[in-house]
């Protein structure tokens, strides 16, 4: 086992490794830029290190700066979280010269399933449907016409080494398509330093599950059943709940079947997620495979009992998984909503500020994992993400009622602060998510009627 583990991050995700840290009985050391000085993690760490300005660049997302900080503290691990360096095999790469265990899957494993477009090749070979569209990245605009041509528009054209929602075009009308088949390119170079994309029929009314999966690289693999997470706005989500509405036992049992079988095709190790798009037929297409926690794997942990951290941790250590799939029971169900520093009258865009006040929610089944507090500035050089409500029910309806009941008594109050709070509930109050019928399509229906004349 780990003695002692840094936390390359920051926010609610550093909290909830240090936590998980904690529990195992391993030492933490909080890293964090001038600006999150006096911060949660910050104040819950063992040892703290400050790693640079504000700017992520030369902080966060500074590989000398973090590896220096574990040599400097003796920390015989590091836990990227999710978003920065989590899914940067080159930092896996270094972290192994440097005689530090990266909290995560091999670089190689990474590297192969990075590369998004050549997964869909892997993916359909070992058995999983996948939309149509291009096997492997399209290099001109004569080839993504002539794909469009031959699956039909819409399409989407995406980075094949994008993520988190970024990199993602959706092309209507063909005559639309060279236009942004060209700007998704220079976006993804932008973004990710590689400017390859390939192209998939775009389905319009859709929703988007994903299981959770752990592998332990010795023959171990389990999933924690499924997630939906169709709501969503700029490919970004909003609202994620478990299990999916979308599907009975059957479609339950094949989609779980599938995920495990696709982490296998890439003998992945770790806590990773199988992502899927589901028809209105109940047909699962493969989208990608996230090697990291994501922010939403607190629903699983509420329906399974199972601490995904705690697990992905001593995976990292070298330990065989402590459960077997038989071992996995689903009870109850979960519903995650992100509180956002956004205003969702201006399309979500940033409002950041001071919290003058900051009350969480509390009662039976309800779980708030945040890194906030009334006193403190809400940095506009990171992500919006202030908190996660997470609401457990015997059924879906009580998860329900829990979950509009958390969001009236949830307080954020500050100058220039505005939270997503009050659309979640709008959302919650929709017949679409009430009858679980919510797509990924809803967010954007709703903001088109609430500017309609």
């Given at each position: 086992m780990f003695r002692k583990l840094l936390v390359a991050n920051r926010g609610e995700i550093a909290v909830r490794v240090v936590r998980a840290c904690r529990d195992l009985g391993i030492s933490t050391v909080a890293v964090y830029s001038e600006a999150d000085a006096n911060t949660l993690a910050v104040e819950l760490a063992d040892e703290t290190v400050c790693i640079g300005p504000a700017d992520s660049r030369a902080s966060y997302l500074s590989i000398p700066a973090i590896i220096e900080a574990a040599l400097k503290t003796g920390s015989d691990a590091i836990h990227p979280g999710y978003g920065f360096l989590a899914e940067d095999s080159d930092f896996a790469e270094v972290c192994a010269e440097n005689g530090i265990t990266f909290v995560g899957p091999p670089p190689e494993v990474m590297e192969e399933v990075a590369d998004k477009a050549a997964v869909r090749a892997i993916m359909q070979e070992a058995g999983l449907e996948i939309l149509p569209g291009s096997i492997g990245t399209v290099p001109s605009v004569r080839d993504a016409e002539?794909?469009?041509?031959?699956?039909?528009?819409?399409?989407?054209?995406?980075?094949?080494?994008?993520?988190?929602?970024?990199?993602?075009?959706?092309?209507?009308?063909h005559a639309d398509l060279p236009t942004i088949f060209r700007t998704t390119r220079q976006t993804a170079q932008l973004l990710f330093k590689d400017s390859s994309v390939y192209v998939e029929?775009?389905?319009?009314?859709?929703?988007?599950?994903?299981?959770?999966?752990l592998c332990d690289g010795r023959g171990g693999a389990v999933h924690l059943g499924e997630r939906d997470c169709?709501?969503?706005?700029?490919?970004?989500?909003?609202?994620?709940?478990?299990?999916?509405?979308a599907l009975d036992t059957a479609s339950r049992e094949r989609i779980t079947e599938l995920a495990l079988r696709g982490a296998k095709a890439v003998d992945f190790q770790g806590a990773g997620t199988m992502e899927f798009i589901v028809d209105d037929d109940g047909r699962a297409y493969f989208m990608e495979i996230n090697p990291r926690i994501q922010v939403e794997h607190p629903v699983s942990e509420a329906v399974t009992g199972i601490d995904v951290v705690r697990e992905q941790i001593l995976v990292a250590s070298g330990a065989p998984l402590s459960f077997a799939q038989g071992d996995v029971v689903l009870r109850g169900h979960a519903i995650e909503?992100?509180?956002?520093?956004?205003?969702?009258?201006?399309?979500?865009?940033?409002?950041?500020?001071?919290?003058?006040?900051f009350r969480l929610p509390g009662g039976p089944g309800v779980r708030v994992d945040t890194h906030c507090s009334a006193g403190m500035p809400v940095s506009p050089h990171y992500d919006s993400l202030l908190a996660k409500l997470i609401c457990w029910g015997e059924d879906r309806e009580a998860a329900l009622r829990r979950s509009r009941?958390?969001?009236?008594?949830?307080?954020?109050?500050?100058?220039?602060?505005?939270?997503?709070?009050?659309?979640?509930?709008?959302?919650?109050?929709?017949?679409?998510?009430?009858?679980?019928?919510?797509?990924?399509?809803?967010?954007?229906?709703?903001m088109a009627s609430a500017v309609a004349p």
């Open positions: 002539e794909i469009a041509s031959s699956i039909g528009m819409p399409v989407v054209v995406k980075a094949s080494a994008g993520g988190g929602g970024r990199g993602i075009s959706v092309v209507r009308e029929r775009y389905l319009n009314s859709a929703r988007h599950v994903e299981v959770q999966v169709s709501v969503q706005r700029r490919n970004q989500k909003l609202i994620e709940e478990s299990p999916s509405p909503c992100r509180v956002n520093a956004e205003d969702p009258e201006h399309n979500f865009r940033p409002a950041t500020g001071h919290l003058e006040q009941a958390a969001l009236s008594e949830f307080l954020v109050r500050g100058a220039g602060v505005r939270t997503t709070i009050p659309f979640l509930r709008e959302v919650l109050d929709t017949t679409a998510f009430r009858d679980g019928r919510a797509t990924t399509g809803l967010v954007e229906e709703m």
